[in-house]
T-cell receptor
Framework: DAGITQSPRHKVTETGTPVTLRCHQT?????MYWYRQDPGHGLRLIHY???????DKGEVSDGYSVSRSKTEDFLLTLESATSSQTSVYFC???????????FGSGTQLSVL | RKEVEQDPGPFNVPEGATVAFNCTYS??????FFWYRQDCRKEPKLLMS???SGNEDGRFTAQLNRASQYISLLIRDSKLSDSATYLC????????FGAGTRLTVKP
């Protein structure tokens, strides 16, 4: 299995609080991604990164920001969490852009 | 219309059965295609890529029909362990996931 660790695995927070999810990889892959998965929807891309300090928006980026200061770490921040951001969040990595993604185990986030 | 559409199922089949899923996509310029498998409460895992000429991996066969804009996954001799949700993924400069088709294989 690809070396991808997401933390925390579960998080319950209140509306309006900031939340940061962490993705750590040991594969030294250049490309990293954050997705969210909701019932009835496919995984939807939030943000992605082509390398250190090189990030871009995905399909559902509103309300989220990311940072990548090291190759191995990709952080997803919800500046002010809302109930609509209750979801399962997956980090993924790939060798080539948008090809053959390897996923972390996911973070279940509940915003009350 | 969603960019990638799958029948959500569930498909309930007995062990040993052959089952097929289709996935339709709307963007004719899509470049590459994949099937992922996702077990309950787990992360998606790449099952196989889908090539224009069709490809087979053991009991699994994937096919692409560009003219009709769909891909298919055929599973032969179903095992209990095949029970999962199968996600169709279409790449057109970004990866678009279908919502998945749920398969349950019963003894």
């Amino acid at each position: 299995d690809a070396g991808i660790t997401q933390s925390p695995r579960h998080k319950v927070t209140e509306t309006g609080t900031p939340v940061t999810l962490r993705c750590h990889q040991t594969e030294n892959h250049r490309y990293m991604y954050w997705y969210r998965q909701d019932p009835g929807h496919g995984l939807r891309l939030i943000h992605y990164s082509y390398g250190v300090k090189d990030t871009d928006k995905g399909e559902v980026s509103d309300g989220y920001s990311v940072s990548r200061s090291k190759t191995e770490d990709f952080l997803l921040t919800l500046e002010s969490a809302t109930s609509s951001q209750t979801s399962v969040y997956f980090c993924a990595i790939s060798v080539r852009v948008q090809e053959k993604l390897f996923f972390g185990s996911g973070t279940q986030l509940s915003v009350l | 219309r969603k960019e990638v559409e799958q029948d959500p199922g569930p498909f309930n089949v007995p062990e040993g059965a052959t089952v097929a899923f289709n996935c339709t996509y709307s963007n004719s310029a899509s470049q590459s295609f994949f099937w992922y498998r996702q077990d309950c409460r787990k992360e998606p895992k790449l099952l196989m890529s889908v090539y224009s000429s069709g490809n087979e991996d053991g009991r699994f066969t994937a096919q692409l029909n560009r003219a009709s804009q769909y891909i298919s996954l055929l599973i032969r001799d179903s095992k209990l362990s095949d029970s999962a949700t199968y996600l169709c993924v279409v790449n057109n400069n970004d990866m678009r996931f279908g919502a998945g088709t749920r398969l349950t294989v019963k003894p």
